[in-house]
């Protein structure tokens, strides 16, 4: 853990102090999981706005070439298809 200050505002200070009270949370306590809730929350957003890095389809890019059609004699199966369209 790393140590920081943060200023609160009265009103959100008292209401920790009233949750201690209540609670056997100490107010670091439930700063510190209100923090850890809002950056998961946070990192799960990002998480979808940023587009998957290269690295993440290398188990794809092994598996090119892996996979042997059997058979000597090449189709062409779009050509097939715009044959039957172009009736």
């Known amino acids: 853990m790393k140590r920081y200050q943060v200023y609160?505002?009265?009103q959100s200070v008292n209401i920790l102090d009233e949750a201690t009270e209540?609670?056997?949370f100490?107010?670091?306590q439930l700063i510190r999981e209100a923090i850890d809730g809002a950056a998961s929350r946070l990192g799960n957003i990002?998480?979808?706005l940023k587009p998957p890095k290269a690295r993440d389809y290398d188990w794809l890019n092994k598996l090119v070439g892996?996979?042997?059609i059997r058979g000597k004699k090449k189709t062409?199966?779009?050509q097939?298809?715009?044959e039957i369209y172009y009736r």
């Open 8 to 10: 609160l505002n009265s």
């Open 22 to 24: 209540i609670s056997q």
């Open 26 to 28: 100490t107010r670091a």
């Open 46 to 48: 990002l998480a979808g």
């Open 66 to 68: 892996s996979i042997k």
């Open 76 to 78: 062409n199966i779009s």
């Open 80 to 82: 097939n298809v715009d």
